[in-house]
């Protein structure tokens, strides 16, 4: 098995917000095999090693609501580029994902199970993949790109890589269709439980399938041993969703107090994504975002904020997300700023480490830096503790990133 040492490591507790200055980090395989005082490792080991030199190593980071195929900031245009385009089109996306330091994503729609295996296997430099293939929408809800004037046959959408979406309605349906997604290897089942911004025909307001659906929908996930994620922005969104079973949900720009603590009873997370919301207001108009969503914008852009904050008073653990599409994906590490603005560094940092491995189901595997969990790491020049501006932009203070054992960036002295 191939075995890594690295040594003169500064190794970043996040939770506790402790940095152990001087250990040895043995990497065997996909995992870290230990984290160790020099005394304790065998010198010829020591004189053969990688020589981080004092550089801060923490968990490669975890992005829990990405759109890796959303190429396009027309999610309607995506939704009808051939398959093989939308399939290239990812490929920088995943990459430069990676090379920002996020060693995993939580895909919210589009990426499946193939996508999944590409990055897996090394065939396409990307984050390790947690896929929902397509995510549910009823008809007329976030997921549904037809224009009011189709007729509306039976949408095609479910044969399109590009449709982060498909259009599905009724009890029996959605049972089909998360088992379907399950079978195509799903890991959690997407749904749109409320209106959304970046679709035509669907106001904030509105409310996504009726209570019956999503219980189905959950019960479903149930059965095959994982959970649901909902896209919500209202109160009265969130908490049906919450209610009929809904573990994380995505965005929450319009979160209230009463809302917040059903939550916390619920035992539900919340993805925030406050940094789409930039991208969409500054550089929508530029990169082809239709005009006439431009107003939905602001309707959630500024409670956004707000929305951590009521989320953190009221203790409703908040996992990173960044949902950003087209040319704005380069902007995902800003998340980590507007987070750090409004809750501190420490926060922003356990959102895409401890809280967002917990969000997977892996809490012991991801997010951390100690034995048995899978060797994600980044090497940075500085303590994003004290600045988190050390892991904004496109990765420049990242000196050398892991991923599952391997080096994507090999940048350490020998
Ligand atoms: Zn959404
Ligand atoms: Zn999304």
């Keep these: 098995m191939r075995q890594t040492v690295i040594k003169h ?12 200055r001087d250990r040895v980090i043995l990497v065997s ?10 005394a304790a490792v065998d010198p010829r080991l020591l004189a053969g090693a990688y020589d981080a030199a004092g550089l801060t190593v923490m968990p490669g980071m975890i992005d829990c609501h990405v759109h890796c195929v959303a190429s396009d900031m027309n999610l309607a245009r995506n939704a009808v580029l051939p398959n093989m385009l939308a399939c290239f089109r990812s490929i920088p996306i995943l990459r430069g994902m990676l090379n920002r330091g996020f060693t995993t994503v939580r895909d919210a729609g589009g990426a499946d199970w193939s996508l999944a295996q590409a990055t897996e296997t090394g065939l396409v430099a990307g984050p390790r993949i947690f896929p ?3 995510a549910l929408s009823q008809t007329g809800g976030h997921g549904d790109f037809r224009v009011r004037s189709d007729i509306l046959e039976p949408c095609g959408c ?13 009890v029996d349906n959605v ?8 079978l195509k290897g799903a890991t959690q089942i997407k749904i749109m439980a409320s209106g959304g911004v970046a679709s035509p025909n669907d106001p904030i307001h509105y409310l996504g399938f009726s209570e019956d659906e999503i219980r189905a929908i959950v019960a479903e996930a149930d059965g095959a041993g994982t959970y649901v994620m909902a896209h919500a922005y209202t109160p009265r969104a969130i908490q049906r969703a919450v209610r009929c079973g809904v573990r994380t949900i995505e965005h929450g720009n319009l979160l209230d107090e009463e809302t917040a603590r059903m939550m916390v009873e619920h035992g539900a997370f919340l993805v925030p994504t406050s940094v789409t919301y930039e991208a969409l207001a500054n550089d929508g108009p530029r990169f082809g975002f239709p005009a006439e969503l431009m107003h939905k914008i602001d309707g959630v852009r500024t409670a956004g904020r707000e929305a951590l904050r009521i989320a953190h008073r009221a203790g409703v653990p908040m996992a990173f997300g960044s949902d950003l599409l087209g040319e704005t994906h380069e902007q995902q590490s800003n ?8 809750l501190g560094n420490q926060e922003a940092l356990r959102a895409t480490t401890t809280v967002a491995a917990r969000v997977l189901n892996q809490p012991d595997t991801l997010g951390v830096v100690r034995a048995d969990a899978y060797a994600d790491l980044l090497f940075v020049d500085g303590n994003p503790l004290e600045d988190i501006r050390v892991l904004l932009g496109q990765g420049e203070r990242l000196k050398a990133i892991m991923k599952n054992g391997a080096w994507f960036k090999e940048g350490l002295a020998s």
């Design 175 to 182: 049972r089909l269709a998360v088992r379907e997604e399950i």
């Design 335 to 342: 998340e980590l700023l507007i987070r750090a603005e409004v």
């Design 9 to 20: 490591c500064a190794v970043l507790d996040v939770d506790q917000g402790i940095l152990s």
């Design 29 to 38: 395989g996909q995992r870290i095999e230990a984290v160790l005082d020099p």
């Design 158 to 170: 479910s044969m399109r890589l590009g449709n982060i979406a498909r259009v599905v309605d009724g």
């Design 132 to 134: 929902s293939g397509r």
